[in-house]
C-alpha cells in the first residue's frame, strides 16, 4: 500500500488521501476537491495504479471505484434462505457473486455493493503434516507439483492438408478425483499420490463474519449509489430488479431477498411536505390579498403570478439539468410570498389610478410605468444577491445552488409577470367596470385608515427636525447591532434531518473472535427482542433490525415503527453497547447529507506521526479529556486505541533453516498452508464458475499456536523436524488496523457532540482547552493534530458566506447606485439590512423558544445572504416614489417625502404580509424534510417582519436629509 500511496500523493486536484490496513484487507481513500470529474479522477488513479509494479502472490489486483470505502449505502436487503431450503444461507454467497451481483450492479445510479457476511466456495486439498512428513515430501513440493499439473498449454496450430489442427494440451482439474491422482512422487520402487497425503473436497471458505436480521441469518447487501445519482430513481429500479430476482434467479434457489431500509420514505415525505406547505403558503398568501385589496377581480389578477411563476420554475431546473428535489422546491416555497411582491405593487398602483377616474386602459398603463423603475431595481437586487452563492464551491454549495436557481427563476418571471401579463389583466378585467365613488367604508377600511394615519403621525414626528432624525437612526440601528451581538448562535454544519434509522457502530476488544461475535449478535436482538413490534416504557416500537459482525466492522441498524421516533431509539441502544463486557461504540442517527458511515456532524480529530506508541498515548488522554469536557459525546477511535490485538510472531532462525536446506520463505509458506490455508490455483468444474483451489490442514490439527508451533515438517533434504527446531515462538500484541492519513500514521476520533451542543461550540472546546492542556502533559510533541470532517467543512463554508454576505451588499448597493445614478440613496437603502439581521436572529430565537430548537446550520445562515436582496425593496418603493414626487409632482422635500411614504405603505405591508404568510407554512408545519429549511424560513421571516416595521421610519428620516441635494 505504500507503493500506492507514493504514486497516488500527487494527483492533481487531491485533497486528502487516507488508507487503511487490516488483516486480508486494504483501502486507499482519495478525496478531490468539489467539482472534480468523476470520470477524469477515475482515469487517473486508474493509470497510477497500474504503474505500481508487482502485488504479493495470493492478493488480487486493486479494484478502483468512484463511491469511496467508507461511503453509506442508500439501500439495504438481507439474502435469505425460504422455509424447507436446509443449506446455511451463509454458503450462498459464490452464488449470490456469480448469479445475482452483476444484476444489481447494473442498474444505472448503482455505484457498487456492500456484501456482509458469507463464505465462498472454495476446492480444498487437506493435508495431513504427518503423513507428508512419513513420506518426506515437504510442502513446497506438494505446490509445486499441483501449479505444474493444474494447467492447460496451447502448443498452436498444425496445418495438415485443407484444415489447421489446435493442438493443446490438457491439465486443467475437473473434478476431486482428478486432483486425488495427481502423482507427487514416482521413483519406480514408490509412488505417491497427492490423496494419500490429503483428503480432497469441495467445501467452504472458514466463516469470518455473521449477519442476522430479526434474529435470522443472512447476508447483507448494501446499495452504495454513484455521485450525483437520483437516490430515487435508482431506488424504483433496484427495487424493481429485486422484484425480478425473487421472482427468477432467487426462486429456484429456495432462497429470496428481503427488502430492509431506503430512504424513499423520508425522501417522499419531504416531497409532498414542501408541495403541501407551497400549496398553503400560495392559499395564505392570496387570502392576505384579498384582505387588503377587497377585490376579488384584483386578487385574481396578482395571484395569476405564482402559478406562472412557480410553472416557470420547474422548465428553467429543468432546462439547467437540476433535479426537483427536497431544497430546490424549498426555494420555490419560500419565493412564493415573494412572487406577488412586484405584482401587488403594480395592480395596487393601477388600482389607484383607476380611483382617480382614469380608463381601465390609461390606469394599466400609467399605473405600471409609474413604478417600472422601482420593480425592475428591486428585482435585480433580489436577483444579484444570488451571484456570489452560485459560485460556492465548498460541499453546502451544492445545496445553496439549487435554492439560488429555485428563487432567482421564480423572481425573475414574478418580475415579467407584473410588467406584461398583470396590466393586461387588469385592463381586461377592470374594463367595462363601473366606477363607484359613493361606496361607504368598511370596518377594514376605517381600521386600515387609522393604522395609516397612526404611522404616519409617527413618521412626521421622527422627521421633524435633526435631533429626532438622528435619534431614530442612532437607536434602531443600535438596537438591532445590539440584537444581533446578544443574539448570534455558535454555528451548525449541514442540517441531520429525521431519517428512520438509526445506527450503532460497535468497538469490540481487538482479536474478538468469529464465535464471540456471533454471541454478541445473539445477545443484542435477545435484548432488543420485546421492544420489536412493540413500545415499552417509553421505547419506540422496532419494526426492523440487523447486525453485522466481521473483523473491523461491527454494527447494529434499526427501524422505528414511527418514522419520526427514530431518535427516540438511541439511548437504549448506548445502553445496550454498554451493557457488553469490554464493548463500547456510538449510536447516533445517519445524517440525509451524510457521505461516510457515522460522518454526519462528526469532528475528526487526527493525530499522526511516525512513533505508534506516542500516538495512541495522545490520542487515549484525547479521548479521555474529550469524554470529560464534551458530556454526553459519543467518540469513535480509528483504528482502536487499545493495542492489545493478539498477536503470535514466529521468529525464524537463519541458522537452522540453512543447514536445513530452508528460507524464510519456505517456513512461511508452510506456515500459511497450515493455518488458514493458502490459495495454490484455481479449480473449473466443467459448466460451472472457476473457484479457489486451497491447500491447507485440517481446522482441527492445529487448534492453538502451540499445537501449529509443534507441527512436524519435511525438510528439502528428507529430514523430519518440528517448527519449534527452525524458529521460536513470540506472543505479542500489536493493533488491528493500520492506519495512514496524507502517507504519515494516523488516529482519528471521529467525536459526534451532544445534539444540545453546537459543532462549533465543541470545536472551540477542543482546540481551545483540550489540545493545550494535553500538549502541557508533552504527549504532542512530534506528533501533528488537526481537525477534519465536519469540522474543517464549517470552517470552510462559514467563511465563505460570511464572504459572500459582503460581496452580496455590496453588488446590491452598486446596483441600486446604477439605477439611481446617485451613491447616496442606496447608502440610505442598505440601512435596512442591519435591521434585517437582528430581525433575522430573533426569528431564529423565538423558533428555538416557541416551536422546536433549531441550531443555525450553514442552509440557516444563507438566510441572510437572501435578506440583503429583499429587505431593500421597500426602502427603494419610498426612495424611488419620493424622487417622483420632488420632480414629476411638484412637491417640496419633506412633503414628497411623507407623501411617498402614505403612498407606498399599502403596497409595503401587503407585500410584507403576503411573503410572511407564504412562508409560514415552511415554518410551523412539522414533518419530514422540515427540519432542513425551517431554519432559514425563520431567518427570513424575522428579518422581513422586523425590517418592514421599523423601514418606514429609519429611510425616511435619512431620505429628508439626502434629497435636499436634488435639483428640479
Known amino acids: 500500500m505504500e507503493e500506492q500511496e507514493n504514486i497516488l500523493k500527487g494527483l492533481p486536484d487531491l485533497i486528502e488521501m487516507e488508507s487503511e490496513a487490516r488483516n486480508g484487507q486494504g483501502s486507499v481513500t482519495l478525496r478531490f476537491k468539489v467539482g472534480t470529474s468523476v470520470e477524469q479522477a477515475l482515469l487517473r488513479v486508474t493509470n497510477k495504479i497500474n504503474e505500481v509494479a508487482s502485488y504479493p502472490a495470493d492478493v488480487d489486483n486493486p479494484v478502483v471505484n468512484a463511491s469511496g470505502a467508507t461511503a453509506s449505502p442508500v439501500i439495504w436487503m438481507i439474502l435469505k434462505t425460504k422455509d424447507g431450503n436446509q443449506r446455511p444461507v451463509q454458503t450462498y454467497k459464490t452464488f449470490f457473486e456469480n448469479e445475482v451481483r452483476q444484476h444489481i450492479e447494473r442498474v444505472k445510479g448503482v455505484s457498487e455493493l456492500f456484501v456482509g457476511s458469507g463464505t465462498?466456495?472454495?476446492?480444498?486439498?487437506?493435508?495431513?503434516?504427518?503423513?507428508?512428513?512419513?513420506?518426506?515430501?515437504?510442502?513446497?513440493?506438494?505446490?509445486?507439483?499441483?501449479?505444474?499439473?493444474?494447467?492447460?498449454?496451447?502448443?498452436?496450430?498444425?496445418?495438415?492438408?485443407?484444415?489447421?489442427?489446435?493442438?493443446?494440451?490438457?491439465?486443467?482439474?475437473?473434478?476431486?478425483?482428478?486432483?486425488?491422482?495427481?502423482?507427487l512422487r514416482s521413483t519406480g520402487q514408490q509412488r505417491v499420490l497427492l490423496g494419500d497425503v490429503a483428503v480432497v473436497r469441495q467445501d467452504y471458505a472458514k466463516k469470518n463474519s455473521v449477519v442476522l436480521h430479526n434474529g435470522i441469518p443472512g447476508i447483507a447487501i448494501g446499495v452504495r449509489p454513484e455521485t450525483g445519482t437520483n437516490i430515487l430513481d435508482m431506488t424504483n429500479l433496484v427495487e424493481a430488479r429485486y422484484q425480478w430476482l425473487n421472482a427468477n434467479t432467487l426462486e429456484a434457489e429456495g432462497l429470496y431477498l428481503d427488502w430492509v431500509y431506503d430512504q424513499r420514505f423520508y425522501i417522499n415525505g419531504a416531497i409532498d411536505q414542501i408541495q403541501q406547505n407551497i400549496l398553503f403558503g400560495g392559499l395564505l398568501a392570496v387570502g392576505?390579498?384579498?384582505?387588503?385589496?377587497?377585490?376579488?377581480?384584483?386578487?385574481?389578477?396578482?395571484?395569476?403570478?405564482?402559478?406562472?411563476?412557480?410553472?416557470?420554475?420547474?422548465?428553467?431546473?429543468?432546462?439547467?439539468?437540476?433535479?426537483?428535489?427536497?431544497?430546490?422546491?424549498?426555494?420555490?416555497?419560500?419565493?412564493?410570498?415573494?412572487?406577488?411582491?412586484?405584482?401587488?405593487?403594480?395592480?395596487?398602483?393601477?388600482?389607484?389610478?383607476?380611483?382617480?377616474?382614469?380608463?381601465?386602459f390609461d390606469a394599466a398603463l400609467q399605473g405600471t410605468k409609474e413604478v417600472w423603475g422601482a420593480v425592475l431595481a428591486s428585482t435585480i437586487t433580489t436577483v444579484a444577491v444570488f451571484l456570489p452563492v452560485v459560485f460556492i464551491e465548498e460541499e453546502a454549495g451544492q445545496l445553496f445552488r439549487d435554492i439560488a436557481i429555485a428563487v432567482v427563476a421564480a423572481v425573475s418571471l414574478s418580475l415579467f409577470v407584473s410588467v406584461s401579463v398583470i396590466p393586461m389583466f387588469a385592463y381586461?378585467?377592470?374594463?367595462?367596470?363601473?366606477?363607484?365613488?359613493?361606496?361607504?367604508?368598511?370596518?377594514?377600511?376605517?381600521?386600515?385608515?387609522?393604522?395609516?394615519?397612526?404611522?404616519?403621525?409617527?413618521?412626521?414626528?421622527?422627521?421633524?427636525?435633526?435631533?429626532?432624525?438622528?435619534?431614530?437612526?442612532?437607536?434602531?440601528?443600535?438596537?438591532?447591532?445590539?440584537?444581533?451581538?446578544?443574539?448570534?448562535?455558535?454555528?451548525?454544519?449541514?442540517?441531520?434531518?429525521?431519517?428512520?434509522?438509526?445506527?450503532?457502530?460497535?468497538?469490540?476488544?481487538?482479536?474478538?473472535?468469529?464465535?464471540?461475535?456471533?454471541?454478541?449478535?445473539?445477545?443484542?436482538?435477545?435484548?432488543?427482542?420485546?421492544?420489536?413490534?412493540?413500545?415499552?416504557?417509553?421505547?419506540?416500537?422496532?419494526?426492523?433490525?440487523?447486525?453485522?459482525?466481521?473483523?473491523?466492522?461491527?454494527?447494529?441498524?434499526?427501524?422505528?415503527?414511527?418514522?419520526?421516533?427514530?431518535?427516540?431509539?438511541?439511548?437504549?441502544?448506548?445502553?445496550?453497547?454498554?451493557?457488553?463486557?469490554?464493548?463500547?461504540?456510538?449510536?447516533?442517527?445517519?445524517?440525509?447529507?451524510?457521505?461516510?458511515?457515522?460522518?454526519?456532524r462528526a469532528i475528526k480529530l487526527n493525530i499522526s506521526g511516525n512513533d505508534l506508541n506516542k500516538i495512541v498515548t495522545a490520542a487515549g488522554a484525547l479521548?479521555?479529556?474529550?469524554?470529560?469536557?464534551?458530556?454526553?459525546?459519543?467518540?469513535?477511535?480509528?483504528?482502536?486505541?487499545?493495542?492489545?490485538?493478539?498477536?503470535?510472531?514466529?521468529?525464524?532462525?537463519?541458522?537452522?533453516?540453512?543447514a536445513n536446506k530452508m528460507s524464510n520463505r519456505d517456513l512461511g509458506i508452510a506456515l500459511d498452508v497450515l493455518m488458514d490455508g493458502r490459495v495454490i490455483g484455481d479449480f473449473k468444474q466443467e459448466g460451472k464458475k472457476k473457484i479457489d483451489l486451497i491447500l491447507k490442514a485440517a481446522d482441527s490439527d492445529f487448534p492453538t499456536p502451540q499445537d501449529l508451533y509443534q507441527a512436524n515438517l519435511a525438510t528439502p533434504d528428507g529430514k523430519v523436524v518440528p517448527v519449534s527446531s527452525l524458529a521460536q515462538l513470540q506472543q505479542t500484541t500489536g493493533m488491528a488496523l493500520i492506519r495512514h492519513l496524507e502517507t504519515n500514521r494516523t488516529v482519528t476520533l471521529q467525536i459526534t457532540p451532544p445534539k444540545s451542543m453546537p459543532l462549533q461550540r465543541a470545536m472551540e472546546i477542543i482546540e481551545q482547552q483540550i489540545i493545550p492542556l494535553v500538549s502541557d502533559m508533552n504527549l504532542l510533541n512530534g506528533l501533528q493534530v488537526d481537525m477534519s470532517g465536519a469540522a474543517d467543512k464549517l470552517v470552510q463554508t462559514r467563511e465563505a458566506l460570511q464572504w459572500n454576505f459582503l460581496l452580496a451588499a455590496l453588488i446590491a448597493y452598486l446596483l441600486m447606485a446604477s439605477l439611481?445614478?446617485?451613491?447616496?440613496?442606496?447608502?440610505?437603502?442598505?440601512?435596512?439590512?442591519?435591521?434585517?439581521?437582528?430581525?433575522?436572529?430573533?426569528?431564529?430565537?423565538?423558533?428555538?423558544?416557541?416551536?422546536?430548537?433549531?441550531?443555525?446550520?450553514?442552509?440557516?445562515?444563507?438566510?441572510?445572504?437572501?435578506?440583503?436582496?429583499?429587505?431593500?425593496?421597500?426602502?427603494?418603493?419610498?426612495?424611488?416614489?419620493?424622487?417622483?414626487?420632488?420632480?414629476?409632482?411638484?412637491?417640496?422635500?419633506?412633503?414628497?417625502?411623507?407623501?411617498?411614504?402614505?403612498?407606498?405603505?399599502?403596497?409595503?405591508?401587503?407585500?410584507?404580509?403576503?411573503?410572511?404568510?407564504?412562508?409560514?407554512?415552511?415554518?410551523?408545519?412539522?414533518?419530514?424534510?422540515?427540519?432542513?429549511?425551517?431554519?432559514?424560513?425563520?431567518?427570513?421571516?424575522?428579518?422581513?417582519?422586523?425590517?418592514?416595521?421599523?423601514?418606514?421610519?429609519?429611510?425616511p428620516a435619512m431620505l429628508v436629509v439626502a434629497i435636499r441635494m436634488e435639483n428640479r
Open 428 to 600: 381586461w378585467l377592470f374594463n367595462g367596470q363601473k366606477q363607484q365613488t359613493d361606496n361607504k367604508p368598511t370596518f377594514l377600511d376605517s381600521l386600515g385608515q387609522r393604522l395609516s394615519n397612526g404611522l404616519m403621525a409617527l413618521v412626521t414626528l421622527v422627521i421633524r427636525n435633526w435631533l429626532t432624525r438622528i435619534s431614530t437612526i442612532g437607536l434602531l440601528i443600535s438596537l438591532a447591532i445590539t440584537s444581533v451581538w446578544l443574539l448570534t448562535p455558535k454555528m451548525e454544519y449541514l442540517p441531520q434531518g429525521n431519517r428512520n434509522l438509526v445506527l450503532n457502530i460497535l468497538i469490540p476488544p481487538p482479536g474478538l473472535s468469529t464465535a464471540e461475535r456471533v454471541e454478541i449478535g445473539e445477545r443484542f436482538f435477545d435484548m432488543a427482542l420485546p421492544h420489536i413490534g412493540a413500545e415499552v416504557d417509553g421505547v419506540p416500537a422496532i419494526k426492523n433490525m440487523f447486525y453485522v459482525g466481521a473483523e473491523g466492522f461491527m454494527i447494529s441498524g434499526a427501524i422505528s415503527e414511527e418514522w419520526d421516533r427514530a431518535r427516540e431509539l438511541l439511548p437504549f441502544f448506548t445502553e445496550l453497547i454498554y451493557s457488553i463486557p469490554g464493548m463500547y461504540g456510538v449510536s447516533l442517527q445517519p445524517g440525509v447529507f451524510e457521505s461516510g458511515l457515522g460522518e454526519g
Open 288 to 360: 392576505v390579498l384579498l384582505l387588503f385589496l377587497r377585490s376579488v377581480r384584483a386578487t385574481i389578477v396578482v395571484a395569476t403570478a405564482i402559478p406562472i411563476s412557480v410553472i416557470g420554475t420547474f422548465i428553467f431546473l429543468d432546462l439547467l439539468g437540476r433535479n426537483l428535489n427536497v431544497v430546490s422546491l424549498a426555494g420555490i416555497a419560500f419565493a412564493v410570498g415573494m412572487l406577488v411582491d412586484n405584482a401587488i405593487v403594480v395592480i395596487e398602483n393601477i388600482v389607484r389610478h383607476r380611483q382617480m377616474g382614469k380608463t381601465a
Open 120 to 183: 465462498e466456495d472454495q476446492m480444498h486439498v487437506i493435508i495431513s503434516a504427518e503423513r507428508l512428513a512419513a513420506y518426506g515430501l515437504t510442502i513446497n513440493d506438494v505446490i509445486e507439483v499441483i501449479q505444474n499439473e493444474n494447467t492447460n498449454i496451447s502448443a498452436g496450430t498444425l496445418a495438415v492438408g485443407r484444415h489447421d489442427f489446435r493442438v493443446r494440451t490438457i491439465g486443467e482439474f475437473k473434478s476431486a478425483e482428478d486432483i486425488a491422482a495427481v502423482v
Open 820 to 955: 439611481f445614478g446617485n451613491f447616496i440613496y442606496p447608502l440610505i437603502i442598505m440601512l435596512t439590512v442591519p435591521l434585517a439581521g437582528a430581525g433575522g436572529f430573533i426569528g431564529l430565537k423565538l423558533l428555538n423558544i416557541f416551536i422546536v430548537p433549531q441550531p443555525m446550520d450553514v442552509l440557516t445562515m444563507l438566510g441572510f445572504v437572501i435578506l440583503v436582496g429583499v429587505v431593500v425593496n421597500n426602502a427603494i418603493l419610498i426612495v424611488y416614489q419620493a424622487l417622483n414626487n420632488f420632480h414629476s409632482g411638484g412637491m417640496d422635500y419633506q412633503q414628497a417625502v411623507l407623501e411617498s411614504t402614505r403612498s407606498r405603505l399599502r403596497p409595503i405591508y401587503m407585500s410584507a404580509t403576503t411573503s410572511i404568510c407564504g412562508m409560514l407554512p415552511l415554518v410551523l408545519i412539522p414533518g419530514p424534510g422540515s427540519e432542513l429549511y425551517r431554519g432559514l424560513g425563520s431567518v427570513i421571516l424575522g428579518g422581513l417582519a422586523v425590517s418592514t416595521v421599523f423601514t418606514i421610519f429609519v429611510i
Open 623 to 658: 479521548f479521555n479529556m474529550i469524554h470529560t469536557e464534551l458530556a454526553g459525546s459519543q467518540i469513535r477511535p480509528i483504528p482502536s486505541i487499545e493495542l492489545t490485538y493478539p498477536e503470535v510472531q514466529i521468529l525464524p532462525d537463519p541458522d537452522r533453516l540453512r
